[in-house]
């Protein structure tokens, strides 16, 4: 290899193509749009910790990208994180913090706090300015309680006992404000979390499929994957597909031989 | 959403297909209304029966949509006053183009599908864009979910080209309840990759003995 490609790349963004990109968008090149993934998001805080919910749909418009993405991202073992928005800006922020945590944890040798998941996701999020655009429901329960909450993608933060966010979130916020009450037992909460997120699921078209939840308490998580499938498919044919040769037409059939156009030679195996 | 002063449209989504075989036509339609991210109703026809051989699926904008259909049930009863006969599905499909183009330069936001038998009894199917430039076809869907189905069709039901001698029958030699097997499996696999389609699936089959409806359910999410 020759001496210009010698050097690792310096990392942070590379300008190298925003010209060439430009030109292209005045052409008229539609950019690629992002993946956002509708939505509805819950969380509430009950007697002994707190649950986590989620849909499973992600779409590209109105396009239904993925039937059942996870929504409920891991931070710590006893922190749990939902995101709603674009897919990659809160795949990608709570792995980052994730990794933040982890390192604090062997720092600091301590079970991590749910209050420092928060600080970090504010303050990336503030300094992209909502560009990243990740709106978060941030649940769990350390050595000072359970706590739940809010994150939106400007960066400023509130702290409640009952959440929702994503396009559903109206759809379930009138589920939780009739039923929330203080001190819900677990079996209350995971039903009123799957409750709430049904009526995301079923009342807004940007969110649907499954019900995924999160419990979390003093010592133990438990993440309930396909907590409800409340929507299979209606219909399917018992007759089945066949595609059988000759049912798409071929029209023009070319076939060109490789073997005297290749030379195959000894030689000896390529250096690293 | 758009900061246009003047913009009276809106999208009700949907998806509409009709398939044409040798003496059937089948004609189906989801029966959800929405607008945005929200469900205004999951009950709501967008099927009419112009005349008795003769249905017509819009999807589109309901509130042009329901102007359409009145528009020309109104036309289909004159007809029949002064012609003391219904209207045929040829002459329907004529007036439905004409109807649309009559309002070239501020258009019904409606995407048609009309489908019925023709006057020798054998099933057709006429497609439209929303100015009404039409053609018959041996099937055809519009509407929100038509991409995902149009491909699957094309598959199933091959059409010969229009464009060969001797002129080729278009119609599907698959039989009425294949053709309706064919169309549920479709409107059900749209329905999951489509946000606007779903909840219910009305299926109008016409034949000689007359008119017959048939529903089923479609995911609600």
Not at chain 1, 260 to 271: F, Q
Request: hydrophobic fraction near 35%; include cysteine.
């Amino acid at each position: 290899m020759t001496g210009a490609m010698d050097l690792p790349p310096k990392g942070g963004f590379s300008y190298d193509y925003c010209r060439r990109n430009a030109m292209l968008a005045d052409k008229g090149l539609k950019m690629p749009g992002f993946l956002k993934t509708g939505t509805t998001i819950v969380g509430l805080v009950f007697q002994d910790g707190v649950v986590l919910g989620a849909d499973t749909r992600a779409t590209e418009g109105p396009i239904v990208a993925d039937k059942n993405c996870e929504k409920i991202h891991f931070m710590a073992p006893n922190i749990y994180c939902c995101g709603a928005g674009t897919a990659a800006d809160t795949e990608a922020v709570t792995d980052m913090v994730s990794s933040q945590l982890q390192l604090h944890r062997y720092a600091t040798g301590r079970e991590s706090r749910v209050v420092t998941a928060l600080t970090l996701l504010k303050s990336h999020l503030f300094s992209y300015q909502g560009h990243v655009s990740a709106a978060l429901v941030l649940g769990g329960v350390d050595v000072t309680g359970p706590h739940l909450h809010t994150v939106y993608p400007h960066g400023s933060t509130d702290t409640l006992p009952f959440a929702t966010m994503g396009s559903g979130s109206l759809a379930a916020m009138s589920v939780f404000e009739s039923q929330y009450k203080e001190g819900l037992t677990r079996e209350e909460g995971i039903k009123l979390v799957a409750d709430a997120i049904r009526a995301g699921i079923f009342n807004d078209l940007g969110s649907g499929s499954n019900v995924d939840v999160c419990v979390i308490t003093k010592g133990k998580t438990e993440y309930l994957r396909n907590h409800q499938l409340p929507n299979p498919r209606t219909y399917a044919s018992s007759k089945g597909y066949s595609f059988t040769k000759g049912q798409t037409e071929v029209l023009y059939t070319k076939i060109t031989q490789l073997k005297p156009k290749v030379e195959v030679t000894e030689g000896d195996a390529m250096e690293e | 959403m758009s900061r246009r002063g003047d913009w009276v449209y809106e999208n009700n989504g949907g998806t509409c297909v009709a398939i044409a075989g040798a003496d059937y036509c089948v004609v189906a339609a989801d029966t959800r209304l929405s607008v945005g991210y929200n469900i205004l109703t999951r009950d709501h026809s967008k099927i009419c029966e112009l005349a008795d051989k003769c249905v017509l699926a819009s999807s589109g904008f309901q509130g042009d949509i329901k102007a359409l259909h009145k528009n020309l049930a109104a036309r289909e009863l004159l007809y029949q006053h002064q012609h003391n006969k219904r209207m045929s599905c040829p002459a329907m499909a004529q007036l439905l183009s004409n109807t649309l183009y009559y309002k070239r330069f501020f258009p019904y936001y409606a995407f048609n599908v009309l489908g019925g038998l023709d006057s020798e009894g054998k099933g057709c199917v006429f497609t439209y864009d929303a100015v009404g430039s039409y053609e018959r076809t041996g099937y055809s869907t519009q509407g929100t979910g038509s991409s995902l189905i149009m491909p699957v069709l094309d598959n199933q039901l091959k059409s010969p080209s229009p464009l060969l001698l001797p002129a080729k029958d278009a119609v599907t030699p698959l039989s009425e309840s294949e053709a309706v097997d064919l169309v549920k499996d479709v409107f059900a696999s749209a329905t999951e990759r489509d946000i606007y389609t779903g909840d219910k699936l009305e299926i109008v089959v016409i034949n000689k003995a007359g008119m017959k409806r048939e529903y089923i359910d479609l995911r609600k999410d």
